[in-house]
């Protein structure tokens, strides 16, 4: 145990102020220590992990040996407080502020419309903060990168890129202006109904209006900490904590000393490894021992065979410093480091390299480590010291295997790293395959090298290492020796695939899956490698006219597409809507691209969202106790242990709740029995969340198994396990018509479920008063009157002593409709108990765990056609799993099932859904509500069609497409003309005929990458199918200053409701924004509200306030008509004198939605959207790797109420689908525990993932009569389009086999991972691979679609 003395004072810096901290804990980070100890809430918590980039700040110190001041940006919530001893840190408050001054780049993603939730705005600013401070016209390559560790979950990152992009020193937009392929670019003659350019705008914002950057304006380096890293301290410095010392020597011999003294005590650098472990594994090391303030891990030399590099530089460093090298030294030399800097570029973010050191990359020997496997094969040796002396080990498979003869002694460590240069004859390569291109962690990785005799192609060394295949890097030196003295040619390819395969050795149940496709990427890089070598040697052979030349077998020009990976590239695009008529009033703010009215707010970090509110006296914090049985009995809980721990207040537990505890089918807490891995059972109050953590891990619950236990969908098809009876809809005579038609297919499709990933996890605060049993609560909520009803009922009190605030939503997306209420609820129950304030935040584990998601789906189709493609009949069955409780299942089958049939006008139909009730957590609403899943049956149904009739698809979808005015499925009719405009702009736009031709040439020439393209209809119905959702109300008060203070029932989620909300009021009382506010959504101004959902929250609560102003308007009259030269102040205070109510409610009730399910008709729906999206992708046959090449989306939103707003809207539910349908998969244990619990295995897309064109058009001159203004809801909408990408890698894969002669109809899986992909693609090398019998082995995951 450390010695209890006293501890040094911590020193260091944050936005310009000294911070002393005489008792820091160790176990603190600094994003806990901002926002706690400091009140700087600006910096968000999103996942913990150092994953998402929400608490990005910007930390300087200056480097020993350049003495320059380094910046660098971060991930505060894995960064040590005791680490940054003589740092600065920047956090966004002190970058700028609304309240003095703000800074560009804040200024300009705000009103370039980069925030939407604003919950990542903070870390994206942060992000491209600390870009600027290195390069004040950095390049849109150092852009992209420096934004690639930063998620959004709403807008797409279009628009954050195009603020960055202001700054660029090359920023010129879309990369084919003046090329004449270019939209702007088109001539007169353009014959696009989009047309006349007079009235399309195609900018959002005005570049000219933003400050200019000046790099003078900068807080300075603080000289207190200039002056100490002069002369740095020497002296050892200590830090103690409850429970961990944190030692800090200031010598390499101290570090020496104390390493001998301490052999189990860890070294701590950049702790992304360690914090992991600690966290998520439960090692605890009582001392930390820190080298930070060790120049002589930092050192780096340089000679003529290698080159070291200090243990203690970052990745970063080490990148700039190979960047360097290789600059210098010929190509020969540099292979190595070329194949290292290949996989710095995509090794985890840019925030996690400036952290992360390269000893602790080394020492941590992470299976999926992506420079060891280089390392090893490049012959590194590893400089080790100790007090004894020092030693070098090899990087050797010993030293990555962790056996002692190869290994660190306890008392050693690693002081720096040798690189050897390559040499003539010696090639090296890089390979790796991860869920997405960037900031993910690999699914295999391999290093490479060969080594010929001069001027021959005979083997003289080899090594292969490959990551991601076994518990540690594997080499495989057993096949690379039986190589040695081999030919490069096709044999020894052959033969080394089959000994790798052999050698490389996978199970069936081998931990993280993906088995089968792991073992053909082992194949599939030596096969990569085999050509590029293949090819080098061809260079090198030239000059060198060796007598066996001839051994060189040529690479036909169609295998060379096998060698180029994907470059990351920046996107570019255009947004195209419909100015505003030159006669609209100026001060009129409606149709146009007005900022999000908290823009600014999110980019200085002064937003407050529900965790931002300080602490409130006396108040306790909450933390969730969960099951970890599926199906269980629940025989005992034993709170003794945790009740004793130090702070802990209470365990509340079902037997607190003096009302009702749910419903029958859907526990609160659980009594007796649990449903679901993740069902809540009681909730720890405790004065920290880190003792409330602490606590829950000492809760014994025994259970007894219980059967059946379901996950999958076809596993409650076999129990007969529902939640609700089958929902169906009919029409024509399916059984005749299948009679009649030229063919039938039949197919199947499985569409995975999605998390909904806002980026602020659940939270809410509830605080009790003291009088007449009143509660206020503070709730991330979509639904706030829910959770109002639910508290009430739980605790058995009247609705009207429960206040729920909700100021804004760091994102919802369907997520936080149902959920918040049971939070608050439980939350509630904590301070009814105990009598205190209860702050409840989840973390993003137990967000993931607990919450649910969208359902995954299975669908059956059969449909019959004749051979001109017209559909004659069509049958789909589609099967949800709804979870463990009934939630929203049956909601979902019905508009599964209304709006199953898209774009399409077929006369024979049966449509049927069911819900399953499986062992796994609830489903719940998500963004499009069963239509992304259900219509992809459509979709891929038709693409069928397509294959077999030997027609592409887009004439399958035109041929049966509505086209006039009809009735849908369920009698309801509408008018397809916009329909038919979108599908027809997206046509045209795109060029969609003529790259087609580009694609099939492209194709042709190219085997190992295949290109795709597709587009895709959409008509998607907004709105609820029940009348009594569509009203809203809203209250609006006139002060007599004249100041308009504007209430109304939406939440504020991201989508810009308040901003559209104050559009309206401002052109219906006739006066600018400026006059107009709106602070919270409150059950207290505007009762009985409904979610903020479906689409239509704008559309029903922009009536409500029109009508309140429209009120408040007539009362004005008189005045007005008496002074109509007066000012608005003046009229106000003339109205008051007259003692006229400045105060109104307004009221919409909105349209009579009903559906009669016994006949099958209704109206349920008040309008639908239209839209059409192209996508063209490019696939990498042996990786599964795709990239986007481009996406040209067309929607209809009438008369936009804000296009900045819609597009946004528009681009950010793509991106959203564009992850639905590829890289978000949810895996869960065959115990159905949920693996997928953070951004590390669950995979949203980056920044990087968004197409590299990306063009959003709004259609012009469309008009809808029910809507306020003709505007439309656009929330959910373009969700759907996102599988144009799917249909566009789904086309590259058919393109891939048809050429290889395999069956076209294949099984459609969502999502298309590049395993999937890689998969499909079937060939030599997937045939190879030996596949195991299911029925021997327990997988790792399940499926559960
Ligand atoms: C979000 C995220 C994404 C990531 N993505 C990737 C990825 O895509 N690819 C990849 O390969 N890796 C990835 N990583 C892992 C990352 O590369 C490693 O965590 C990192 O390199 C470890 O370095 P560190 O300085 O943070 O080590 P620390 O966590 O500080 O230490 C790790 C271990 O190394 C030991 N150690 C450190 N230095 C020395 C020394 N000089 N001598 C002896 N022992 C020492 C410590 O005792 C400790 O046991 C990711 C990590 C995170 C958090
Ligand atoms: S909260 Fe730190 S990276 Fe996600
Ligand atoms: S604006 Fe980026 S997460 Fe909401």
Request: glycine share 8%.
């Amino acid at each position: 145990m450390p010695c209890p003395s006293r501890s040094d004072e911590l020193v260091f810096f944050v936005n310009g102020r000294k911070v002393i901290e005489r008792n820091v804990d160790p176990e603190v980070t600094l994003l806990s220590f901002l926002r706690k100890n400091l009140r700087l809430t600006g910096t968000k918590y999103a996942c913990g992990r150092g994953g998402c980039g929400a608490c990005t700040v910007m930390v300087s110190k200056r480097d020993p040996t350049s003495r320059e001041i380094r910046h660098f940006s971060v991930t505060a919530c894995l960064v040590p407080i005791c680490s940054l001893y003589g740092a600065a840190v920047t956090t966004v408050e002190g970058v700028g502020s609304i309240k003095t001054r703000l800074h560009p780049v804040q200024e300009r993603i705000a009103k370039s419309h980069g925030t939407q939730c604003g919950f990542c705005t903070p870390g994206m600013v942060m992000s491209m903060y600390t870009l600027l401070r290195n390069y004040p016209q950095p390049s849109e390559e150092q852009l992209l990168e420096a934004l690639g560790g930063n998620l959004c979950r709403c807008t797409g990152y279009r628009p954050i890129l195009a603020s960055g992009q202001t700054f660029c020193l090359e920023s010129n937009g879309c990369q084919q202006k003046g090329t004449g392929k270019c939209c702007l670019d088109l001539g007169e003659n353009d014959s696009s109904s989009l047309g006349r350019k007079s009235d399309i705008c195609t900018e959002l914002f005005v570049k000219e209006e933003f400050q200019p950057l000046d790099p003078t304006q900068e807080l300075i380096f603080p000289p207190e900490l200039l002056r100490l890293a002069e002369n740095p301290e020497k002296r050892t410095l200590t830090f103690h904590g409850e429970r961990v010392t944190w030692i800090s020597p200031g010598t390499f011999k101290d570090l020496l000393e104390l390493k001998a003294k301490h052999p189990e005590a860890p070294l701590i650098l950049g702790n992304t490894s360690l914090g992991a472990t600690m966290r998520s594994k439960g090692h605890f090391h009582p001392i930390l021992l820190s080298p930070a303030r060790i120049p002589e891990l930092n050192v780096v030399s340089k000679t003529n065979d290698g080159l070291t590099i200090g243990a203690g530089c970052s990745l970063a460093q080490v990148k700039d410093i190979l960047a360097e090298r290789v600059s210098e030294l010929p190509e020969e030399k540099t292979q190595t480091y070329r194949a290292l800097l290949k996989h710095l570029k995509s090794l985890a973010s840019q925030q996690i390299r400036h952290m992360a050191s390269l000893g602790g990359h080394i020492i941590s020997r992470h299976s999926y480590s992506d420079l060891n496997p280089i390392l090893a094969v490049g012959n590194a040796t590893l400089n080790l010291t100790s007090e004894e002396g020092t030693r070098q080990i090899p990087l050797s498979e010993h030293f990555l295997a962790g056996l002692a003869s190869g290994d660190l002694k306890p008392e050693e460590i690693l002081e720096s790293v040798y690189i050897p240069h390559s040499q003539k004859w010696e090639f090296m390569s890089a390979f790796r395959q991860a869920q997405c291109q960037q900031n993910a962690l690999p699914d295999v990785n391999a290093g490479m090298r060969v080594l010929f005799k001069e001027g021959t192609d005979i083997i003289e060394d080899l090594g292969i290492t490959y990551g991601g295949v076994g518990a540690a890097t594997v080499s495989a030196h057993e096949s690379c020796q039986q190589l040695l003295g081999r030919h490069w040619d096709e044999l020894m390819l052959d033969e080394a695939c089959r000994r790798l395969l052999d050698e490389v050795s996978l199970p069936g149940w081998a931990p993280g899956g993906r088995v089968e496709f792991k073992r053909t990427l082992v194949v599939s890089f030596f096969f990569k490698f085999y050509l590029q070598v293949l090819q080098e040697l061809k260079k090198l052979i030239k000059p060198f006219p060796v007598p066996n030349s001839r051994r060189y077998p040529e690479i036909s020009d169609r295998f060379l597409s096998a060698l180029e990976d994907f470059p990351g590239t920046v996107p570019q695009g255009v947004q195209r809507y419909q100015s505003v008529d030159s006669r609209q009033p100026l001060q009129d703010p409606v149709g146009r691209p007005v900022m999000h009215l908290s823009g600014l707010k999110h980019a200085t970090g002064e937003a407050e969202f529900c965790d931002d509110i300080p602490v409130v006296d006396k108040e306790l914090c909450m933390a969730l106790v969960t099951s970890t049985r599926a199906h269980a009995k629940i025989l005992s809980i034993d709170l003794s242990e945790a009740l004793e721990l130090p702070g802990v207040v209470d365990v509340i537990t079902a037997k607190d709740i003096p009302g009702t505890n749910g419903t029958k089918d859907d526990k609160l807490l659980a009594v007796d029995e649990v449903l679901c891995v993740g069902q809540i059972i009681c909730a720890v109050v405790a004065e920290t969340d880190v003792q409330a953590k602490r606590a829950i891990e000492k809760i014994k619950i025994t259970y007894e198994e219980l059967e059946p236990i379901i996950f999958t969908i076809e596993d409650a098809i076999k129990h007969n396990s529902f939640l609700c009876p089958e929902k169906k809809l009919e029409q024509g005579n399916i059984k005749e018509a299948f009679e009649k038609v030229d063919q039938i297919v039949e197919g199947e499709v499985h569409v995975g479920g999605q998390e909904h990933f806002y980026m602020e996890t659940q939270r809410v605060l509830v605080i009790p008063k003291t009088e007449d049993k009143e509660l206020n609560i503070y709730v991330s909520t979509q639904d706030p009157a829910h959770v109002q009803k639910t508290v009430s009922s739980t605790l058995n009190i009247p609705i009207n002593r429960i206040t729920c605030h909700v100021k804004r939503v760091g994102g919802g997306f369907g997520g936080k409709i149902g959920r918040p209420a049971v939070f608050g609820a439980i939350a509630a129950l904590g301070a009814l108990k105990t009598g205190h304030p209860i702050r409840l935040v989840l973390d993003r584990e137990d967000d993931m765990l607990i919450t649910g998601g969208r359902h995954p789906l299975f669908g059956k189709y059969k449909v019959g056609f004749m051979n001109n493609g017209r559909i004659k009949a069509l049958d789909i069955e589609c099967f949800i799993n709804g979870g463990c409780t009934l939630d929203d299942s049956e909601l979902v089958t019905e508009f599964l099932i209304l709006k199953l049939e898209n774009a399409y006008k077929i006369r024979n139909l049966r449509f049927r859904g069911r819900a399953c009730l499986t062992n796994l957590p609830s489903n719940t609403a998500f963004r499009g509500f069963g239509f992304p899943q259900g219509t992809l049956v459509t979709e891929s149904c038709i693409t069928a069609v397509a294959a077999k009739c030997g027609l592409p698809p887009e004439k399958i979808r035109e041929k049966n497409m509505y086209r006039t005015v009809d009735k849908t499925i369920y009698k309801q009719a509408f008018n397809p003309e916009s329909l038919i405009r979108c599908w027809n702009e997206c046509l045209d736009t795109s060029s969609f005929h003529n790259r087609r031709m580009q694609v099939e040439e492209f194709n042709k020439k190219n085997y190992w990458k295949k290109r795709g393209i597709a587009v895709i209809p959409m008509k998607f119905s907004v709105g609820f199918a029940s009348t009594s959702y569509h009203q809203a109300a809203a209250l609006v008060h006139i002060y007599t200053d004249g100041s308009v203070l504007v209430t109304h029932g939406g939440n504020e989620l991201g989508q810009g409701i308040h901003t559209k909300m104050l559009q309206v009021a401002s052109r219906e009382l006739k006066i600018p924004m400026s006059y107009l506010h709106i602070c919270e959504t409150s059950t207290a101004t505007v009762p009985n509200t409904i979610a903020t959902a479906a689409s239509i929250g704008a559309d029903i609560n922009g009536r409500a306030v029109q009508n309140a102003c429209q009120i408040l308007l007539k009362r004005l009259e008189p005045i007005i008509k008496k002074n109509p030269e007066g000012t608005w102040e003046e009229w106000i205070e003339a109205a008051f004198e007259q003692r006229i109510s400045l105060s109104a409610t307004g009221y919409f009730r909105g349209y009579k939605a009903f559906m009669d399910w016994e006949k099958g008709e209704g109206d349920p729906f008040p309008y639908y959207v239209y839209g059409a999206a192209c996508s063209e992708v490019e696939i990498d046959c042996l990786t599964g790797a795709y990239k986007k090449i481009r996406t040209d989306i067309v929607m209809d939103a009438c008369c936009s109420l804000n296009p900045a707003i819609d597009i946004g809207q528009i681009e950010g539910a793509f991106i959203q689908g564009m992850g639905l349908y590829t890289t978000e998969e949810l895996k869960y244990s065959p115990e159905g525990v949920l693996y997928s619990r953070g951004p590390d295995e669950y995979k949203i897309p980056t920044i990087s993932d968004v197409p590299e064109e990306f063009n959003v058009s709004l259609l012009p001159s469309s008009q809808t009569p029910l809507t306020i203004y003709s505007s439309k809801g656009l929330g959910e909408s373009g969700m759907f389009l996102g599988s144009s990408v799917f249909f566009a890698i789904t086309d590259a894969v058919a393109a891939a086999r048809k050429e290889r002669d395999i069956a076209e109809d294949f099984t459609v899986k969502s999502p298309a991972t590049p395993e999937w992909v890689r998969m499909a693609c079937a060939d030599r090398f997937t045939e190879m691979i030996p596949r195991d019998d299911p029925k021997t082995f327990k997988p790792w995951s399940i499926t559960v679609a």
